[in-house]
């Protein structure tokens, strides 16, 4: 369960990220897409 949200709509301690962090999330996501994108034919 998530338990901090800030008020800018960050959530968890957005202190302990880092670019390549992001990265390496953002890539995730991309990859995660990309195969349902696939997988529905589109």
Same mark, same amino acid.
């Given at each position: 369960m998530i338990r901090?949200? %800030?008020p800018s709509g960050a959530i968890g301690r957005p202190s302990l990220g880092t670019v390549e962090k992001g990265k390496a999330a953002l890539d /995730?996501?991309? %990859? /995660?897409f990309d195969e349902h994108r696939r997988a529905l034919g589109i």
């Open positions: 901090e949200t %800030r /995730s996501l991309s %990859r /995660s």
